[in-house]
């Protein structure tokens, strides 16, 4: 079984190759995360959907500064970090 962080790190990273926006809001971010849990590993989805699971979730974004950083100390915003292209 996937654990929670890979399964994170993973979101982010397809979820930033996906749009071209620069910010996105937890809230858009968690619940893409539960959707995507949902098809995969029910229990995770159970679990990002609780109060707890939902801590677990943004600490785990806090964890990966090279794939998104808070916009603000609210945490509410999220920027992708982008590689960076040499020439």
């Known amino acids: ?14 979820l930033r190759d996906a749009s071209p926006r620069e910010t996105v809001e937890l809230g858009v971010l968690h619940g893409f995360a539960v959707d995507a849990a949902q098809s995969d590993t029910p229990k995770l989805a159970a679990f990002l959907s609780s109060l707890d699971g939902l801590e677990a979730f943004c600490a785990e974004l806090h964890r990966l500064p090279a794939l998104i950083q808070p916009v603000g100390i609210s945490g509410s915003e999220w920027r992708f970090v982008r590689p960076v292209m040499s020439k």
């Open 1 to 14: 079984m996937i654990s929670l962080e890979q399964f994170i790190e993973r979101l982010i990273i397809g």
